[in-house]
Structures are given as structure tokens and as C-alpha cells.
């Protein structure tokens, strides 16, 4: 199948400079590879790290900040600086480019998401290729995506690509860290993706976040979404265009399952904020994940948080592990008042439902 649609994560560690600051060799590159694949008929979406490195530059520090306050006063100067770079080498390629900022209030609001999915999709209808990152200098810690590994594969979900490239330091998944392992062997494809999670090693760097495990995780997100990823080293940018003629530069592929989570679904598991949580009984937890039916009243036995109708909220099981997520049809009072009732006591009280559930199955998602 012909890829169309294309995005490309590349980290803080690919786009630093030895010497501090940003690599325009790279950017460079970067540019190149992302209009060839352009002018091969691929729409491509670019999610990129580099802010925090982009200020660290410009204020010649060499030390990343370890507190929150800290990389987001860098990511202020230097945001501006690696847009005003993307622009200026993107030109050199008659491409165009539109900086979008991102928190997790933007994928996890309804809203929010339509709006960005919109947003984005005619930026790639008008030629123009989106270069996507955290909103840094506003996110809190309790609520970031972490990294931008797990932050492209929601944008990759989002926008149904046909593959996710993310870019790092090594040329794909090993059994073992070959920087310390002489024996490890590479990883060419990988099909069960939550068998390899124990063969990464997390460990980042000084400059970019995370590690191969964040790959991983991405890379699940991105296949169960019905994206699949390939991993490579930012070494082989110029050979990632053979991709379009089905040739492949030397990393892993991570395979995207038959059955993937699309639209609601797959933003309900993934990218939506929820409000609370409904705890049910033991009954209820067989229904719901043996028989995929809706959640009912009377398996409910107490609730915590506050939320109204049509907003997420999470469904938990006697131990309190989290059994599914889904959209209440009743605002979190409305449940409190309903606990342990019969489907038809719930219509009496609200007449204006169409039917019973307290979360219809079509709105939910169990794991």
C-alpha cells in the first residue's frame, strides 16, 4: 500500500549541536529528506523536540534543567528559535511550514481534538507541513505527555497516517543495548510489540527525554491505533525516502495489529482527559469484559470525581484496577443518585434518556 501520509518524530538528542544549541547540518537534513518526500507524494507531519535545546543554545548553557520551571523558561527562548530555524531551511526546498503547539488538554478535550484534527488536516490539504510539539511553557508536570514519542503516536492516530518514523540515536530495537552488549541482535520487525518492552533499556541522554522503551510504548499506542512505526537512527535521514518505493533503510518495524482502535474508541483509551472514576462490582466486570456489555446501574457501587453527561470518565473493578474508560450518559450526581438501581428505576427518574445504561458499550473501550 502507498504511504500518503507520513509523520516524523525526531528527538532533542538527534538536533543538538556538539557545540551547543541547535545542528543546522541536521535541520538541514531534516528538511531535505521531509521535502523529497513531498515531491514523492507523501503528506508529511513533522513532531519535533529541540526547544529546551534551542534556549540551552541561545543562553549558552550546557546543563538541561531539572525542574519544570526551569526547561520551560528555556523552551520560551528557544521555541522561537527553532521555528525561525525549520522556516529558514524549509525555504531553501520551496517548503512551507506552521509551528503547532500541543498540550494534553488539546488531544484529551473533545473539542480541543476535533479542532487541532481539523486544523491539521488543512494545513496538509494547503501543501504545508505542521511541525508539532508540546506546549512546554504551559504544561504541568501532572499533565504532559511525558514525551514526544507517545505525543506522535496520538498525532499519528489522530490524523489515521499510514506509517510513524521516529527518528533517535541507534538504528532500530536490539535484545540488548549494543552500546553495551558486543552479542545483541537487531530487531528487523517486531509483530508482538508487548513481548519486547523488557529488552529496552530506558536510560536517556543528557539532553533528549526518554530512551528505546518510550519507542516502544509509541509504538503500541501508534499499532493499536492501526499506525505502524519504524525506528531508525537520525543517521539514515537521507535513505528514509526509499521508504515510498517499499526500501528500507536499516531499523525496526513495528507492525500495526488487523484490529485497531479507531475514532472515538481509540481517543477514549488514549488521549482522553477523564474526570473521575466509577467503581463497580464484581458482576459488572465479568459483563462488561466477557460479554462487551454496557454498564449499568446496578453493578455500580460508588463513584469519585466530578463530571457531567457525555464527559470520560474511567470504570474500575473491586481492586480498583481500571477495567474500561468511556462517556457517561449521566453526570456524576445524576450516578450517585442511582447506585444499585434497576434499568427501568433509572428511565423513571430520568425521562429523558433513551435507554439505561449509565455508559452505553458503543462509548466505551475495555481493556
Given at each position: 500500500?502507498?504511504?500518503?501520509?507520513?509523520?516524523?518524530?525526531?528527538?532533542?538528542?538527534?538536533?543538538?549541536?556538539?557545540?551547543?544549541?541547535?545542528?543546522?547540518?541536521i535541520l538541514d537534513r531534516l528538511a531535505y529528506t521531509l521535502s523529497a518526500f513531498r515531491e514523492g507524494g507523501a503528506e508529511c507531519i513533522l513532531v519535533s523536540s529541540g526547544a529546551v535545546a534551542a534556549g540551552m543554545g541561545a543562553l549558552k548553557m550546557t546543563q538541561r534543567?531539572?525542574?519544570?520551571?526551569?526547561?520551560?523558561?528555556?523552551?520560551?527562548?528557544?521555541?522561537?528559535?527553532?521555528?525561525?530555524?525549520?522556516?529558514?531551511?524549509?525555504?531553501?526546498?520551496?517548503?512551507?511550514?506552521?509551528?503547532?503547539?500541543?498540550?494534553?488538554?488539546?488531544?484529551?478535550?473533545?473539542a480541543h481534538y476535533r479542532n487541532a484534527q481539523n486544523t491539521i488536516n488543512k494545513l496538509l490539504k494547503m501543501g504545508v507541513i505542521p511541525i508539532i510539539n508540546e506546549n512546554d511553557t504551559v504544561v504541568i508536570d501532572e499533565l504532559c505527555f511525558g514525551d514526544n514519542d507517545r505525543l506522535s503516536a496520538l498525532v499519528a492516530?489522530?490524523?489515521?497516517?499510514?506509517?510513524?518514523?521516529?527518528?533517535?540515536?541507534?538504528?532500530?530495537?536490539?535484545?540488548?543495548?549494543?552500546?553495551?552488549?558486543?552479542?545483541?541482535?537487531?530487531?528487523?520487525?517486531?509483530?508482538d510489540i508487548a513481548g519486547v518492552k523488557k529488552l529496552a533499556d530506558g536510560q536517556g541522554s543528557a539532553i533528549g527525554t526518554g530512551g528505546m522503551i518510550t519507542k516502544i510504548k509509541a509504538a503500541e499506542i501508534a499499532a493499536n491505533l492501526g499506525v505502524p512505526s519504524f525506528v531508525t537512527s537520525f543517521e539514515h535521514i537521507e535513505n528514509l525516502t526509499s521508504i515510498l518505493q517499499e526500501q528500507w533503510p536499516r531499523g525496526t518495524y513495528f507492525v500495526s495489529p488487523p484490529r485497531k482502535l479507531t475514532g472515538r474508541k481509540g481517543w477514549?483509551?488514549?488521549?482522553?482527559?477523564?474526570?473521575?472514576?466509577?467503581?463497580?462490582?464484581?458482576?459488572?466486570?465479568?459483563?462488561?469484559?466477557?460479554?462487551?456489555?454496557?454498564l449499568l446501574a446496578s453493578g455500580i457501587i460508588g463513584i469519585e470525581g466530578s463530571w457531567?453527561?457525555?464527559?470520560?470518565?474511567?470504570?474500575?473493578?473491586?481492586?480498583?484496577?481500571?477495567?474500561?474508560?468511556?462517556?457517561?450518559?449521566?453526570?456524576?450526581?445524576?450516578?450517585?443518585?442511582?447506585?444499585?438501581?434497576?434499568?427501568?428505576?433509572?428511565?423513571?427518574?430520568?425521562?429523558?434518556?433513551t435507554s439505561g445504561e449509565v455508559v452505553h458499550c458503543d462509548n466505551m473501550t475495555v481493556f
Open positions: 500500500m502507498p504511504l500518503k501520509r507520513i509523520v516524523l518524530k525526531i528527538g532533542s538528542n538527534s538536533l543538538a549541536s556538539p557545540t551547543g544549541g541547535l545542528s543546522g547540518v534543567p531539572h525542574d519544570l520551571i526551569g526547561r520551560q523558561a528555556l523552551a520560551a527562548v528557544g521555541q522561537g528559535i527553532l521555528i525561525e530555524k525549520y522556516s529558514y531551511f524549509f525555504s531553501k526546498y520551496e517548503q512551507t511550514g506552521a509551528q503547532i503547539l500541543l498540550s494534553p488538554m488539546d488531544i484529551g478535550e473533545a492516530g489522530m490524523l489515521q497516517a499510514d506509517l510513524l518514523i521516529m527518528l533517535t540515536d541507534v538504528d532500530g530495537l536490539y535484545t540488548a543495548n549494543p552500546k553495551k552488549h558486543k552479542d545483541a541482535q537487531h530487531l528487523d520487525r517486531v509483530e477514549l483509551t488514549y488521549g482522553a482527559l477523564t474526570y473521575g472514576h466509577i467503581a463497580i462490582d464484581a458482576g459488572a466486570k465479568r459483563a462488561l469484559k466477557q460479554r462487551g456489555a454496557s457531567e453527561r457525555k464527559e470520560p470518565v474511567r470504570i474500575v473493578g473491586p481492586e480498583g484496577e481500571e477495567v474500561a474508560r468511556g462517556l457517561a450518559e449521566l453526570s456524576s450526581q445524576e450516578i450517585n443518585d442511582v447506585i444499585g438501581l434497576h434499568t427501568n428505576e433509572v428511565l423513571q427518574r430520568f425521562s429523558d434518556l
